[in-house]
Antibody, heavy 122, light 107 residues
Framework: EVQLVESGGGLVQPGGSLRLSCAAS????????MNWVRQAPGKGLQWVSY????????YYADSVKGRFTISRDNAKNSLFLQMDGLRAEDTAFYYC???????????????WGQGTLVTVSS | DTLMTQSPSSLSASVGDRVTISCRAS??????LNWYQQKPGKAPKLLIY???SLQSGVPSRFSGSGSGTGFTLTISSLQPEDFATYYC?????????FGQGTKLEIK
């Protein structure tokens, strides 16, 4: 079974740091691009970051650029999101999601992990 | 960024109803459009990709259509388990933006 399990969320003060992890199983992790998507409580979905299969290409939403860093360890089937300079508006559930692409370049996210909650508050 | 606008934002319907949710993109995105379902406390689940392709395991009462800037998600006969929030997402350009969601509630 294809599965993604996030961990590392919690309560952190403004300006603090947190590192999220996403453990992948049931598929060849190194062959898939990956993403982080977040959802503030009661709000909609916001794409946060993308990483290529090798980790050499990364993209970020403008709202997190320069503060968040996505990375992966293909040997350990793991995806990470290092979050520095956290702000109250970063409070959200953070989901990792596998990135699928067809031969026409159309892309979608499947599956998603269950999410981990990050709360930024003093 | 490509703005995705869903309508309506919320919808009340009854079991057995036919329901249509619309999604409009601020620029042409061909058929680079996906639909997700999210139930309370759960992760989003892929329903439709590439505008009209049904994800494996998703009931055939779900269908998607559209191209360019206008898209629809149709549920042909609502079942109790379909009451959830639905999101569209474009994958034509980065960032892969989402619509604001449509909450489908029981009438």
């Amino acid at each position: 079974e294809v599965q993604l399990v996030e961990s590392g969320g919690g309560l952190v003060q403004p300006g603090g740091s947190l590192r999220l992890s996403c453990a992948a199983s049931g598929f060849t992790f190194s062959s898939y691009e990956m993403n982080w998507v977040r959802q503030a409580p009661g709000k909609g979905l916001q794409w946060v970051s993308y990483i290529s299969t090798s980790g050499t290409s990364t993209y970020y939403a403008d709202s997190v650029k320069g503060r968040f860093t996505i990375s992966r360890d293909n040997a350990k089937n793991s995806l990470f999101l290092q979050m520095d300079g956290l702000r109250a508006e970063d409070t959200a559930f953070y989901y990792c999601a596998r990135h699928l692409v067809d031969r026409k370049g159309r892309r979608w996210f499947d599956p998603w992990g269950q999410g981990t909650l990050v709360t930024v508050s003093s | 960024d490509t703005l995705m606008t869903q309508s309506p934002s919320s919808l009340s319907a009854s079991v057995g109803d036919r329901v249509t949710i619309s999604c409009r993109a601020s620029q042409i995105i061909s058929n680079y459009l996906n639909w997700y379902q999210q139930k309370p406390g759960k992760a989003p689940k892929l329903l439709i990709y590439a505008a009209s392709s049904l994800q494996s395991g998703v009931p055939s009462r779900f269908s998607g259509s559209g191209s360019g800037t206008g898209f629809t998600l149709t549920i042909s006969s609502l079942q109790p388990e379909d009451f959830a929030t639905y999101y569209c997402q474009q994958s034509y350009s980065t960032p892969h933006t989402f619509g604001q969601g449509t909450k489908l509630e029981i009438k």
